[in-house]
Protein backbone atom coordinates (compact mmCIF):
# COMPACT_ATOMS: atom_id res chain seq x y z
CA UNK A 1 0.00 0.00 0.00
CA UNK A 2 1.34 3.11 -1.06
CA UNK A 3 0.67 6.70 0.18
CA UNK A 4 -1.89 7.59 -2.36
CA UNK A 5 -3.83 4.33 -1.61
CA UNK A 6 -6.79 4.66 0.17
CA UNK A 7 -6.50 3.98 4.18
CA UNK A 8 -2.51 4.51 3.93
CA UNK A 9 -1.54 5.01 7.35
CA UNK A 10 2.01 6.77 8.24
CA UNK A 11 5.09 4.39 9.04
CA UNK A 12 5.02 5.89 12.74
CA UNK A 13 1.30 4.79 13.22
CA UNK A 14 2.18 0.92 11.96
CA UNK A 15 5.44 0.03 13.90
CA UNK A 16 4.97 -1.95 16.93
CA UNK A 17 6.83 0.26 20.16
CA UNK A 18 7.19 -2.94 21.54
CA UNK A 19 9.06 -3.96 18.62
CA UNK A 20 11.21 -1.12 18.44
CA UNK A 21 11.68 -0.77 22.06
CA UNK A 22 13.02 -4.38 22.14
CA UNK A 23 15.14 -3.39 18.65
CA UNK A 24 16.79 -0.69 21.07
CA UNK A 25 17.75 -2.98 23.32
CA UNK A 26 19.14 -5.08 21.65
CA UNK A 27 21.36 -2.37 20.24
CA UNK A 28 22.63 -0.85 23.48
CA UNK A 29 23.09 -4.91 24.38
CA UNK A 30 25.54 -5.42 21.13
CA UNK A 31 27.58 -2.25 21.94
CA UNK A 32 27.81 -3.47 25.31
CA UNK A 33 29.06 -6.48 24.42
CA UNK A 34 31.83 -5.13 21.86
CA UNK A 35 32.64 -7.67 19.54
CA UNK A 36 28.70 -8.31 18.40
CA UNK A 37 28.17 -5.53 15.96
CA UNK A 38 32.45 -5.97 14.67
CA UNK A 39 31.13 -9.69 14.10
CA UNK A 40 28.81 -8.90 11.34
CA UNK A 41 30.17 -9.78 7.71
CA UNK A 42 31.49 -7.98 5.27
CA UNK A 43 30.27 -8.30 1.97
CA UNK A 44 31.32 -5.94 -1.25
CA UNK A 45 28.56 -4.81 -3.14
CA UNK A 46 28.16 -3.17 -6.25
CA UNK A 47 26.56 0.45 -6.42
CA UNK A 48 23.24 -1.09 -7.93
CA UNK A 49 22.43 -3.22 -5.13
CA UNK A 50 23.08 -0.56 -2.59
CA UNK A 51 20.73 1.76 -4.32
CA UNK A 52 16.55 1.44 -3.69
CA UNK A 53 14.09 2.49 -5.91
CA UNK A 54 14.78 5.92 -7.30
CA UNK A 55 12.77 9.08 -6.03
CA UNK A 56 10.06 9.73 -7.51
CA UNK A 57 10.38 13.60 -7.64
CA UNK A 58 7.02 15.17 -9.21
CA UNK A 59 7.41 18.79 -10.97
CA UNK A 60 8.86 21.35 -8.69
CA UNK A 61 6.44 23.85 -10.31
CA UNK A 62 3.05 24.25 -11.36
CA UNK A 63 2.10 23.70 -15.11
CA UNK A 64 2.15 27.20 -16.69
CA UNK A 65 4.28 28.63 -13.75
CA UNK A 66 7.40 30.84 -14.24
CA UNK A 67 10.78 28.83 -13.95
CA UNK A 68 13.95 30.72 -12.88
CA UNK A 69 17.27 29.69 -14.41
CA UNK A 70 19.06 33.07 -14.54
CA UNK A 71 21.08 31.54 -11.61
CA UNK A 72 20.80 27.77 -10.80
CA UNK A 73 22.08 27.90 -7.65
CA UNK A 74 19.62 29.70 -6.07
CA UNK A 75 16.86 26.31 -7.23
CA UNK A 76 15.96 23.98 -5.27
CA UNK A 77 17.08 20.21 -5.83
CA UNK A 78 13.43 19.38 -7.13
CA UNK A 79 13.72 22.70 -8.93
CA UNK A 80 17.22 21.72 -10.56
CA UNK A 81 15.83 18.14 -11.17
CA UNK A 82 12.76 19.33 -12.97
CA UNK A 83 14.42 21.60 -15.18
CA UNK A 84 17.36 19.07 -15.78
CA UNK A 85 15.15 16.44 -16.67
CA UNK A 86 13.04 18.94 -19.28
CA UNK A 87 15.84 19.34 -21.11
CA UNK A 88 15.61 23.66 -20.11
CA UNK A 89 18.62 23.11 -17.77
CA UNK A 90 22.10 21.65 -18.33
CA UNK A 91 23.53 19.48 -15.73
CA UNK A 92 26.96 20.60 -16.91
CA UNK A 93 26.07 24.31 -16.44
CA UNK A 94 24.72 23.14 -12.99
CA UNK A 95 27.61 21.99 -12.52
CA UNK A 96 29.93 25.01 -13.61
CA UNK A 97 27.43 27.23 -11.60
CA UNK A 98 28.71 25.62 -8.17
CA UNK A 99 31.90 25.21 -9.08
CA UNK A 100 31.94 29.13 -9.57
CA UNK A 101 30.89 29.62 -6.40
CA UNK A 102 32.79 27.67 -4.80
CA UNK A 103 36.31 28.74 -6.43
CA UNK A 104 35.15 32.41 -5.59
CA UNK A 105 33.82 32.44 -2.16
CA UNK A 106 35.01 29.24 -0.33
CA UNK A 107 38.18 31.22 0.81
CA UNK A 108 35.90 33.59 2.82
CA UNK A 109 33.23 30.62 3.86
CA UNK A 110 35.58 28.09 4.73
CA UNK A 111 32.91 25.22 3.83
CA UNK A 112 34.98 22.87 2.41
CA UNK A 113 38.19 20.63 3.81
CA UNK A 114 38.83 18.80 0.42
CA UNK A 115 37.17 19.33 -2.84
CA UNK A 116 37.62 17.35 -6.20
CA UNK A 117 38.64 19.74 -8.88
CA UNK A 118 36.47 21.51 -11.88
CA UNK A 119 37.43 18.86 -14.34
CA UNK A 120 37.01 15.75 -12.42
CA UNK A 121 33.83 16.90 -11.24
CA UNK A 122 32.61 17.35 -15.12
CA UNK A 123 34.30 13.82 -16.07
CA UNK A 124 31.95 12.39 -13.11
CA UNK A 125 29.14 13.77 -14.76
CA UNK A 126 30.05 12.65 -17.95
CA UNK A 127 30.53 9.09 -17.10
CA UNK A 128 26.86 8.72 -15.62
CA UNK A 129 24.66 6.41 -17.07
CA UNK A 130 22.47 8.13 -19.78
CA UNK A 131 19.03 6.92 -18.35
CA UNK A 132 17.89 9.89 -16.15
CA UNK A 133 16.08 7.23 -14.44
CA UNK A 134 19.39 5.63 -13.06
CA UNK A 135 20.96 9.08 -12.24
CA UNK A 136 17.96 11.11 -11.11
CA UNK A 137 20.46 12.90 -8.58
CA UNK A 138 22.51 13.90 -12.02
CA UNK A 139 24.20 17.12 -11.97
CA UNK A 140 23.43 17.65 -8.21
CA UNK A 141 26.23 19.50 -6.17
CA UNK A 142 26.15 17.53 -2.82
CA UNK A 143 28.62 17.78 0.28
CA UNK A 144 29.34 15.30 2.85
CA UNK A 145 30.38 16.10 6.11
CA UNK A 146 34.24 15.23 6.67
CA UNK A 147 33.71 11.84 8.75
CA UNK A 148 32.26 10.00 6.08
CA UNK A 149 34.78 8.09 3.92
CA UNK A 150 35.32 8.90 0.71
CA UNK A 151 38.20 7.20 -1.49
CA UNK A 152 39.14 10.01 -4.05
CA UNK A 153 38.82 12.72 -1.05
CA UNK A 154 40.65 13.30 2.55
CA UNK A 155 38.45 12.35 5.22
CA UNK A 156 40.32 13.76 8.29
CA UNK A 157 37.01 14.53 11.13
CA UNK A 158 38.39 17.93 11.34
CA UNK A 159 41.08 16.43 13.80
CA UNK A 160 44.92 15.89 13.71
CA UNK A 161 43.97 12.39 14.81
CA UNK A 162 43.27 11.57 11.23
CA UNK A 163 45.01 14.28 9.30
CA UNK A 164 46.25 13.38 5.74
CA UNK A 165 43.64 10.09 6.36
CA UNK A 166 42.37 8.73 3.06
CA UNK A 167 40.22 5.48 3.41
CA UNK A 168 40.57 2.76 0.79
CA UNK A 169 36.77 2.82 0.66
CA UNK A 170 33.83 4.82 0.65
CA UNK A 171 30.38 5.60 3.21
CA UNK A 172 27.39 3.87 2.18
CA UNK A 173 25.19 6.76 2.20
CA UNK A 174 28.09 8.52 0.25
CA UNK A 175 28.19 5.45 -2.25
CA UNK A 176 24.34 5.81 -2.73
CA UNK A 177 24.43 9.52 -3.22
CA UNK A 178 27.06 8.69 -6.33
CA UNK A 179 24.76 5.39 -7.36
CA UNK A 180 21.81 7.95 -8.01
CA UNK A 181 23.71 10.23 -9.81
CA UNK A 182 24.41 12.99 -7.59
CA UNK A 183 28.06 14.70 -7.25
CA UNK A 184 30.31 15.45 -4.29
CA UNK A 185 31.14 18.61 -4.86
CA UNK A 186 33.39 18.30 -1.41
CA UNK A 187 33.97 17.36 2.05
CA UNK A 188 31.93 19.68 4.91
CA UNK A 189 34.72 21.22 7.66
CA UNK A 190 33.18 19.95 10.91
CA UNK A 191 33.67 20.61 14.77
CA UNK A 192 36.90 18.31 16.16
CA UNK A 193 36.08 14.62 16.02
CA UNK A 194 32.23 15.29 15.84
CA UNK A 195 32.30 17.80 18.43
CA UNK A 196 31.97 22.00 18.02
CA UNK A 197 32.18 24.40 15.22
CA UNK A 198 35.05 23.58 12.97
CA UNK A 199 38.14 25.26 13.84
CA UNK A 200 42.01 24.87 12.53
CA UNK A 201 42.86 21.50 13.65
CA UNK A 202 44.40 21.04 17.28
CA UNK A 203 43.52 24.94 17.59
CA UNK A 204 40.04 26.76 19.07
CA UNK A 205 41.02 29.18 15.89
CA UNK A 206 37.21 28.86 14.43
CA UNK A 207 37.21 28.30 10.50
CA UNK A 208 33.93 27.98 8.85
CA UNK A 209 31.60 30.95 8.79
CA UNK A 210 27.95 30.76 8.97
CA UNK A 211 26.77 31.81 5.62
CA UNK A 212 24.78 34.66 7.13
CA UNK A 213 27.57 36.23 8.65
CA UNK A 214 30.23 35.50 6.16
CA UNK A 215 32.10 38.74 7.26
CA UNK A 216 32.24 38.41 11.32
CA UNK A 217 33.63 35.12 12.69
CA UNK A 218 32.31 35.59 15.61
CA UNK A 219 28.36 34.16 14.59
CA UNK A 220 28.80 30.25 14.62
CA UNK A 221 27.99 28.14 11.84
CA UNK A 222 26.94 25.73 14.92
CA UNK A 223 28.43 22.77 14.95
CA UNK A 224 29.20 19.80 14.08
CA UNK A 225 28.24 19.66 10.95
CA UNK A 226 29.15 23.27 10.52
CA UNK A 227 30.85 22.79 6.70
CA UNK A 228 28.00 21.41 5.03
CA UNK A 229 25.33 23.26 6.82
CA UNK A 230 27.68 26.63 5.50
CA UNK A 231 27.67 24.95 1.89
CA UNK A 232 24.08 24.18 1.54
CA UNK A 233 23.19 27.87 3.08
CA UNK A 234 25.95 29.33 0.62
CA UNK A 235 25.20 28.19 -2.13
CA UNK A 236 27.91 25.80 -2.44
CA UNK A 237 26.21 22.73 -3.07
CA UNK A 238 22.57 21.93 -3.22
CA UNK A 239 21.97 19.82 -0.08
CA UNK A 240 23.98 17.30 1.82
CA UNK A 241 25.04 14.84 4.79
CA UNK A 242 25.77 15.47 8.31
CA UNK A 243 25.67 13.17 11.23
CA UNK A 244 24.34 13.67 14.85
CA UNK A 245 24.98 12.67 18.14
CA UNK A 246 24.27 15.62 19.97
CA UNK A 247 22.43 17.78 17.85
CA UNK A 248 25.06 18.15 14.93
CA UNK A 249 22.47 18.15 12.23
CA UNK A 250 19.58 20.34 13.47
CA UNK A 251 22.35 22.78 15.58
CA UNK A 252 23.52 24.50 12.30
CA UNK A 253 20.74 23.40 10.17
CA UNK A 254 18.74 25.82 12.57
CA UNK A 255 22.00 28.63 12.76
CA UNK A 256 21.76 28.54 9.00
CA UNK A 257 18.14 28.18 7.97
CA UNK A 258 18.18 24.98 6.72
CA UNK A 259 15.72 22.01 6.49
CA UNK A 260 16.97 18.94 8.00
CA UNK A 261 16.40 15.66 8.68
CA UNK A 262 17.84 13.47 11.62
CA UNK A 263 16.44 10.12 11.28
CA UNK A 264 15.39 7.32 13.29
CA UNK A 265 18.31 5.53 14.69
CA UNK A 266 19.48 2.79 11.59
CA UNK A 267 17.50 4.40 9.01
CA UNK A 268 20.89 5.34 7.24
CA UNK A 269 23.85 3.55 7.37
CA UNK A 270 26.78 4.61 9.87
CA UNK A 271 29.04 2.04 7.51
CA UNK A 272 32.45 4.53 6.80
CA UNK A 273 31.57 7.11 9.21
CA UNK A 274 33.67 7.92 11.86
CA UNK A 275 32.12 6.76 14.88
CA UNK A 276 31.50 8.39 18.00
CA UNK A 277 28.72 6.71 19.67
CA UNK A 278 28.25 3.49 18.30
CA UNK A 279 24.14 3.71 20.39
CA UNK A 280 23.55 7.40 19.16
CA UNK A 281 25.17 8.43 15.61
CA UNK A 282 22.78 8.76 13.28
CA UNK A 283 23.38 10.62 9.29
CA UNK A 284 21.42 13.09 8.80
CA UNK A 285 19.98 15.11 5.58
CA UNK A 286 20.43 18.55 4.98
CA UNK A 287 18.31 20.90 2.56
CA UNK A 288 16.46 24.26 1.45
CA UNK A 289 12.98 22.71 1.90
CA UNK A 290 11.35 19.68 3.22
CA UNK A 291 11.31 18.36 -0.21
CA UNK A 292 14.81 18.44 -0.75
CA UNK A 293 15.52 16.27 2.48
CA UNK A 294 12.92 14.07 1.22
CA UNK A 295 14.50 13.46 -2.07
CA UNK A 296 18.05 13.13 0.12
CA UNK A 297 16.64 10.84 2.77
CA UNK A 298 15.04 8.65 -0.46
CA UNK A 299 18.40 8.34 -1.56
CA UNK A 300 20.61 7.36 1.78
CA UNK A 301 17.56 5.48 3.31
CA UNK A 302 18.16 1.82 3.76
CA UNK A 303 19.11 -1.57 4.63
CA UNK A 304 23.21 -1.99 4.18
CA UNK A 305 24.79 -5.58 5.08
CA UNK A 306 27.99 -3.58 6.38
CA UNK A 307 25.55 -1.86 9.09
CA UNK A 308 23.63 -4.37 11.29
CA UNK A 309 21.57 -1.47 12.67
CA UNK A 310 20.12 -1.15 9.79
CA UNK A 311 18.24 -4.54 8.72
CA UNK A 312 15.52 -5.93 9.73
CA UNK A 313 13.37 -2.34 9.75
CA UNK A 314 10.57 -1.63 7.93
CA UNK A 315 11.28 -0.77 4.39
CA UNK A 316 11.60 3.40 3.73
CA UNK A 317 8.13 4.75 2.61
CA UNK A 318 7.85 7.48 -0.20
CA UNK A 319 9.29 10.29 2.00
CA UNK A 320 9.17 12.61 -1.52
CA UNK A 321 5.37 11.89 -2.01
CA UNK A 322 4.77 13.15 2.10
CA UNK A 323 6.54 16.25 1.93
CA UNK A 324 4.62 16.61 -0.97
CA UNK A 325 1.58 18.89 -0.28
CA UNK A 326 -1.90 18.85 -1.78
CA UNK A 327 -2.06 21.42 -4.40
CA UNK A 328 -4.22 24.35 -4.23
CA UNK A 329 -6.65 25.39 -1.51
CA UNK A 330 -6.06 26.05 2.35
CA UNK A 331 -2.92 24.05 3.19
CA UNK A 332 -3.38 20.80 5.11
CA UNK A 333 -1.82 18.04 6.27
CA UNK A 334 -2.18 14.54 4.99
CA UNK A 335 -2.70 12.68 8.00
CA UNK A 336 -4.77 13.81 11.44
CA UNK A 337 -1.70 15.58 13.25
CA UNK A 338 -1.60 16.17 17.16
CA UNK A 339 1.12 18.98 17.64
CA UNK A 340 2.52 19.18 21.33
CA UNK A 341 4.17 22.44 23.07
CA UNK A 342 7.61 21.93 25.49
CA UNK A 343 7.41 23.14 28.26
CA UNK A 344 8.45 26.28 28.21
CA UNK A 345 8.97 26.46 24.67
CA UNK A 346 7.57 30.69 24.80
CA UNK A 347 9.74 31.74 27.44
CA UNK A 348 12.97 31.60 25.61
CA UNK A 349 15.07 34.79 26.91
CA UNK A 350 15.00 36.13 23.39
CA UNK A 351 11.49 37.82 22.86
CA UNK A 352 11.74 37.79 18.90
CA UNK A 353 12.30 34.29 19.48
CA UNK A 354 8.82 33.90 21.55
CA UNK A 355 7.55 35.53 19.33
CA UNK A 356 8.48 33.68 15.84
CA UNK A 357 7.63 30.80 17.90
CA UNK A 358 4.15 31.72 18.54
CA UNK A 359 3.84 32.59 14.79
CA UNK A 360 5.15 29.33 13.71
CA UNK A 361 2.63 27.58 15.98
CA UNK A 362 -0.12 30.12 14.81
CA UNK A 363 0.24 29.09 11.20
CA UNK A 364 0.20 25.43 12.10
CA UNK A 365 -3.33 25.79 13.94
CA UNK A 366 -4.72 27.47 10.78
CA UNK A 367 -3.10 24.38 8.42
CA UNK A 368 -6.05 21.64 7.82
CA UNK A 369 -5.50 18.99 9.60
CA UNK A 370 -3.54 19.84 12.75
CA UNK A 371 -4.67 20.09 16.20
CA UNK A 372 -2.20 21.91 18.83
CA UNK A 373 -2.99 20.18 22.12
CA UNK A 374 -1.10 22.42 24.30
CA UNK A 375 1.60 22.32 26.58
CA UNK A 376 2.98 18.72 27.43
CA UNK A 377 3.90 16.71 30.36
CA UNK A 378 7.41 15.44 30.15
CA UNK A 379 7.65 11.89 31.11
CA UNK A 380 7.96 10.17 34.99
CA UNK A 381 11.64 11.39 36.37
CA UNK A 382 12.53 13.29 32.94
CA UNK A 383 15.36 15.13 34.77
CA UNK A 384 17.02 12.38 36.28
CA UNK A 385 16.83 10.43 33.00
CA UNK A 386 18.34 12.96 30.36
CA UNK A 387 20.36 14.23 32.85
CA UNK A 388 24.57 13.31 33.68
CA UNK A 389 25.05 10.42 34.08
CA UNK A 390 22.13 8.63 32.50
CA UNK A 391 21.88 11.10 30.16
CA UNK A 392 25.33 10.64 28.85
CA UNK A 393 27.39 8.49 26.64
CA UNK A 394 30.81 8.68 28.46
CA UNK A 395 31.18 4.98 27.75
CA UNK A 396 31.13 5.24 23.81
CA UNK A 397 33.79 6.62 22.28
CA UNK A 398 36.84 5.67 23.22
CA UNK A 399 37.31 1.97 22.00
CA UNK A 400 37.68 3.05 18.86
CA UNK A 401 40.14 5.62 19.29
CA UNK A 402 42.90 3.94 22.52
CA UNK A 403 45.68 3.77 19.53
CA UNK A 404 45.17 7.23 18.92
CA UNK A 405 45.65 7.80 22.33
CA UNK A 406 48.53 6.36 23.13
CA UNK A 407 50.03 8.32 19.78
CA UNK A 408 49.43 11.35 21.09
CA UNK A 409 47.00 12.63 23.36
CA UNK A 410 47.41 16.17 21.78
CA UNK A 411 45.80 15.55 19.00
CA UNK A 412 42.70 15.43 20.46
CA UNK A 413 43.02 19.09 21.57
CA UNK A 414 39.40 20.53 23.20
CA UNK A 415 38.04 16.98 22.95
CA UNK A 416 40.54 14.74 24.79
CA UNK A 417 38.21 14.27 27.88
CA UNK A 418 35.28 12.70 25.46
CA UNK A 419 37.33 10.15 24.41
CA UNK A 420 39.63 9.26 27.39
CA UNK A 421 36.21 9.58 29.97
CA UNK A 422 35.24 6.02 28.42
CA UNK A 423 38.04 4.34 30.17
CA UNK A 424 37.02 5.58 33.44
CA UNK A 425 33.29 5.03 33.19
CA UNK A 426 32.32 1.84 35.06
CA UNK A 427 30.95 -1.36 33.24
CA UNK A 428 27.97 -1.12 36.04
CA UNK A 429 27.62 2.73 35.58
CA UNK A 430 27.48 1.93 31.73
CA UNK A 431 25.11 -1.00 31.83
CA UNK A 432 22.98 1.30 34.33
CA UNK A 433 23.21 3.97 31.28
CA UNK A 434 21.72 1.49 28.65
CA UNK A 435 19.00 0.34 30.97
CA UNK A 436 17.53 4.08 31.55
CA UNK A 437 18.14 4.87 28.21
CA UNK A 438 15.81 1.61 27.76
CA UNK A 439 13.28 3.39 30.29
CA UNK A 440 13.81 6.67 28.94
CA UNK A 441 12.61 5.63 25.64
CA UNK A 442 9.71 3.57 26.57
CA UNK A 443 8.46 6.49 28.49
CA UNK A 444 8.97 8.98 25.98
CA UNK A 445 7.47 7.39 23.25
CA UNK A 446 4.36 5.64 25.54
CA UNK A 447 3.83 9.10 28.12
CA UNK A 448 5.44 11.79 25.81
CA UNK A 449 3.73 10.55 22.29
CA UNK A 450 0.72 9.54 24.23
CA UNK A 451 -0.06 13.18 24.47
CA UNK A 452 1.04 14.17 20.76
CA UNK A 453 2.02 13.13 17.13
CA UNK A 454 4.83 15.77 16.73
CA UNK A 455 6.79 17.23 19.62
CA UNK A 456 7.43 21.24 19.47
CA UNK A 457 10.75 20.66 21.65
CA UNK A 458 13.46 22.64 22.83
CA UNK A 459 15.99 19.70 23.79
CA UNK A 460 16.98 17.03 21.05
CA UNK A 461 19.01 15.21 23.53
CA UNK A 462 16.67 13.03 24.50
CA UNK A 463 15.85 12.26 21.23
CA UNK A 464 19.21 11.73 20.06
CA UNK A 465 19.81 9.38 22.63
CA UNK A 466 16.68 6.92 22.48
CA UNK A 467 17.53 7.15 18.33
CA UNK A 468 13.95 9.30 17.40
CA UNK A 469 13.63 11.08 14.21
CA UNK A 470 13.87 14.88 14.63
CA UNK A 471 13.42 18.04 11.98
CA UNK A 472 14.45 21.16 12.42
CA UNK A 473 13.51 24.20 9.76
CA UNK A 474 13.18 27.80 9.86
CA UNK A 475 10.94 30.53 10.93
CA UNK A 476 12.20 33.74 10.61
CA UNK A 477 14.83 36.53 11.00
CA UNK A 478 16.17 37.83 14.07
CA UNK A 479 19.39 40.31 14.97
CA UNK A 480 21.73 38.85 16.56
CA UNK A 481 22.39 40.78 19.62
CA UNK A 482 26.66 40.25 19.74
CA UNK A 483 27.23 40.83 15.97
CA UNK A 484 24.29 42.86 14.74
CA UNK A 485 24.19 40.17 11.99
CA UNK A 486 20.48 39.57 10.02
CA UNK A 487 20.42 35.48 11.07
CA UNK A 488 17.63 32.67 10.83
CA UNK A 489 16.07 31.77 13.55
CA UNK A 490 14.29 27.63 13.30
CA UNK A 491 12.32 24.99 15.25
CA UNK A 492 12.51 21.45 15.75
CA UNK A 493 10.12 18.89 15.86
CA UNK A 494 10.50 15.45 17.49
CA UNK A 495 8.57 12.22 16.37
CA UNK A 496 7.72 8.62 17.18
CA UNK A 497 9.75 5.87 15.66
CA UNK A 498 9.98 6.00 11.41
CA UNK A 499 7.78 9.19 12.09
CA UNK A 500 9.79 10.95 9.03
CA UNK A 501 6.66 10.64 7.09
CA UNK A 502 4.74 12.69 9.65
CA UNK A 503 7.56 15.11 10.40
CA UNK A 504 8.18 15.89 6.41
CA UNK A 505 4.04 16.19 6.28
CA UNK A 506 3.98 18.99 8.86
CA UNK A 507 6.72 20.91 7.48
CA UNK A 508 6.04 20.53 3.49
CA UNK A 509 2.17 22.17 4.64
CA UNK A 510 3.73 24.60 6.57
CA UNK A 511 6.58 25.78 3.51
CA UNK A 512 3.82 25.44 1.31
CA UNK A 513 2.25 28.79 2.36
CA UNK A 514 5.76 30.53 4.10
CA UNK A 515 8.57 31.46 2.30
CA UNK A 516 11.48 31.44 5.26
CA UNK A 517 12.97 28.48 3.59
CA UNK A 518 13.31 30.51 0.54
CA UNK A 519 15.31 33.56 2.28
CA UNK A 520 19.00 33.21 0.87
CA UNK A 521 22.09 35.08 2.94
CA UNK A 522 23.78 37.73 0.62
CA UNK A 523 27.38 36.68 -0.45
CA UNK A 524 30.38 38.17 1.20
CA UNK A 525 31.14 42.05 1.09
CA UNK B 1 31.48 -9.16 63.55
CA UNK B 2 32.26 -5.83 62.76
CA UNK B 3 29.36 -3.24 60.78
CA UNK B 4 31.08 -1.91 57.60
CA UNK B 5 30.92 1.55 57.57
CA UNK B 6 30.85 3.70 54.66
CA UNK B 7 34.27 4.76 53.64
CA UNK B 8 35.28 8.44 53.47
CA UNK B 9 34.63 9.85 49.86
CA UNK B 10 38.04 10.13 48.02
CA UNK B 11 39.80 13.24 47.87
CA UNK B 12 40.62 15.36 44.69
CA UNK B 13 44.36 14.04 45.05
CA UNK B 14 43.35 10.01 45.41
CA UNK B 15 41.36 10.62 42.59
CA UNK B 16 44.26 12.30 40.54
CA UNK B 17 46.35 9.38 41.28
CA UNK B 18 43.57 6.89 40.54
CA UNK B 19 43.34 8.75 36.80
CA UNK B 20 46.71 8.92 35.88
CA UNK B 21 47.41 5.52 36.71
CA UNK B 22 44.41 4.34 34.71
CA UNK B 23 45.74 5.92 31.95
CA UNK B 24 49.40 5.03 32.16
CA UNK B 25 48.26 1.25 32.82
CA UNK B 26 46.83 1.98 28.86
CA UNK B 27 50.36 2.95 27.97
CA UNK B 28 48.33 6.77 27.69
CA UNK B 29 50.49 9.59 28.12
CA UNK B 30 49.18 13.22 29.74
CA UNK B 31 52.46 14.84 30.85
CA UNK B 32 52.88 15.96 27.22
CA UNK B 33 50.13 18.30 28.22
CA UNK B 34 50.50 21.56 29.86
CA UNK B 35 49.83 21.52 33.52
CA UNK B 36 47.34 24.85 33.53
CA UNK B 37 47.07 26.90 30.87
CA UNK B 38 43.50 28.20 30.29
CA UNK B 39 44.95 29.38 26.68
CA UNK B 40 45.26 26.02 26.08
CA UNK B 41 43.17 23.54 23.68
CA UNK B 42 43.52 21.14 26.51
CA UNK B 43 45.82 21.15 29.80
CA UNK B 44 45.85 18.61 32.82
CA UNK B 45 44.24 20.55 35.39
CA UNK B 46 41.05 20.49 33.08
CA UNK B 47 41.41 17.20 31.84
CA UNK B 48 41.54 15.85 35.23
CA UNK B 49 38.99 17.91 36.50
CA UNK B 50 36.78 16.42 33.61
CA UNK B 51 37.75 12.72 34.70
CA UNK B 52 37.05 13.65 38.63
CA UNK B 53 33.80 14.54 38.03
CA UNK B 54 33.01 11.62 35.56
CA UNK B 55 33.92 8.97 38.04
CA UNK B 56 32.32 10.55 40.81
CA UNK B 57 28.92 10.31 38.77
CA UNK B 58 29.13 6.53 39.50
CA UNK B 59 27.43 7.06 42.48
CA UNK B 60 24.54 8.86 40.88
CA UNK B 61 24.23 5.82 38.25
CA UNK B 62 24.64 3.32 41.08
CA UNK B 63 21.51 4.92 43.54
CA UNK B 64 19.49 5.03 40.38
CA UNK B 65 16.47 2.26 40.71
CA UNK B 66 15.68 0.54 37.45
CA UNK B 67 13.61 -2.75 37.00
CA UNK B 68 15.96 -5.03 35.84
CA UNK B 69 13.44 -7.29 34.38
CA UNK B 70 12.04 -4.54 31.82
CA UNK B 71 15.16 -2.50 31.26
CA UNK B 72 17.79 -4.66 30.94
CA UNK B 73 19.94 -3.96 27.78
CA UNK B 74 19.99 -7.87 26.84
CA UNK B 75 20.57 -9.17 23.61
CA UNK B 76 16.60 -10.07 22.72
CA UNK B 77 16.00 -10.40 20.05
CA UNK B 78 19.01 -12.22 19.67
CA UNK B 79 21.73 -10.15 17.86
CA UNK B 80 20.79 -12.78 14.86
CA UNK B 81 17.45 -10.63 14.22
CA UNK B 82 20.14 -8.38 11.95
CA UNK B 83 20.40 -11.32 9.73
CA UNK B 84 15.75 -12.43 9.62
CA UNK B 85 15.69 -10.08 6.57
CA UNK B 86 17.91 -9.98 3.12
CA UNK B 87 19.59 -6.69 2.05
CA UNK B 88 18.67 -5.59 -1.29
CA UNK B 89 20.77 -7.72 -4.32
CA UNK B 90 21.46 -10.56 -1.73
Keep these: MTIGSPGYRPQDERVSRRWFLRRMAWVSAAAGAGGVLAGVPRQVRGRADLLGPPPRVPDAWLAGAPRQVEDPTTLTMSESMTLTRSGELDPADLVRAYVDRIEALDGVYQAYADRPGRDALIAELDALPADERRSPLRGMCLVAKDNFYTSDLLTEGGSLVFENFRPDYEATAVTRMRAAGGLIAGKGQMGNLAGGRARRYGTLIPTTRNAWSPDDERYSPGGSSSGSATAVAARLAVAGLGTQTGGSVTGPGNAQGLTCVKPTFGRVSLYGVIPLSYTRDHVGVMARDARDAAILLQVVAGPDPNDPRTLGLPDPPDYVRAATPFPGGRPRVRWSTRVGIWPGYFADENERVNELRRAFVGQLESNGGVEIVGELSLPDQWEELTAEPLGGSHGDPTAFFIEHLRRDVRNFADRLPRFLNGMLQSADTYVRVQQARNLLLDRIVSQLFGQCDVALTTATGPFDGTGLPLMCMPIGLDDDPETGSRVPRGVVMAARPFGEERLLDVAAAYQAVTGFHRMRPDDPA | ?90
Excluded at chain 2, 52 to 59: A, E, G, K, N, T
Excluded at chain 2, 70 to 88: G, I, Y
Design chain 2, 1 to 90: MQVPTPPAPPSDEELNAYIRTRYALLGIDISVLPESDPEAPMDQARLLENARSILRQDVVAADFEIDPQHHLPVPHPAPFSAWTRPAPGS
